[in-house]
């Protein structure tokens, strides 16, 4: 059986995935980083989606997920998730982040999707410590799998060096759940 889980170290906006994950903020309005790269690449459809569901369900706090079509790019869907904002670790980081990909594979799962790609959510902008973030990251979409045959694959997209050593170690020690 193949792993259900991948590491690549590369452009998000360039996978032909069901769905990417976008590290969005509580606005949908687009920003810098990794969201800003995903709007470019999928185009004004991706604004005007976000808009909608602004409109129709206000802003999407931390730890929440949305789902929108996915513009230009070759992904079927994106999910935009808000990553919380590092404040030291008592603002109940952990367990936001752990809701941010939880809730964005449960939204997979919900619509179908067999193929989602995450970004290392909250440790740009957001400045959430990456070796504790990659953890979380990796647990919680390990756990998950355990549970759910949907999605089938998982792929992190890592775009800086030291994200993509901290994901490779994690791949490399997971043990015999995937
Ligand atoms: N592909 C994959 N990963 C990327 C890419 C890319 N093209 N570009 C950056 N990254 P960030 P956050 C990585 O700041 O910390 C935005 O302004 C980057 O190396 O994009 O959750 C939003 O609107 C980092 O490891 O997201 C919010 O306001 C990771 O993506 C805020 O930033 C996340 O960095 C969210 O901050």
């Known amino acids: 059986m193949t792993a259900r889980i991948q590491v690549l170290q ?3 906006t360039q996978l032909e995935v069901d769905v990417i994950v976008n590290a969005a903020n509580p606005s949908l309005m687009g920003g810098g980083g990794v969201d800003g790269a995903i ?3 999928a185009g004004p459809a991706l604004e005007e989606a976000c808009a909608l569901v602004r409109q129709q369900q206000g802003t999407c706090p931390p730890g929440h997920a949305v789902i929108t079509q996915a513009g230009n790019l070759k992904a079927k869907a994106v999910i935009h998730t808000v990553g919380p904002v590092w404040k030291g670790g008592d603002a109940h980081e952990a367990s936001l982040l752990e809701e941010a990909y939880r809730n964005s ?3 997979a799962l919900d619509n179908g999707y067999q193929s989602v790609a995450f970004p290392a959510i909250s440790t740009g902008v957001y400045g959430y ?3 504790a973030a990659a953890e979380i990251a990796f647990h919680t979409v390990e756990r998950f799998l355990t549970f759910h045959r949907t999605p089938e694959k998982v792929w992190f997209v ?3 060096d030291e994200n993509a050593r901290l994901y490779k170690r994690l791949l490399s020690q997971q043990g015999d759940a995937a």
């Open 105 to 107: 594979l449960q939204l």
């Open 39 to 41: 709007h470019r690449a």
């Open 158 to 160: 890592c775009f800086d």
């Open 10 to 12: 590369g452009d998000i």
């Open 129 to 131: 410590p990456k070796p």
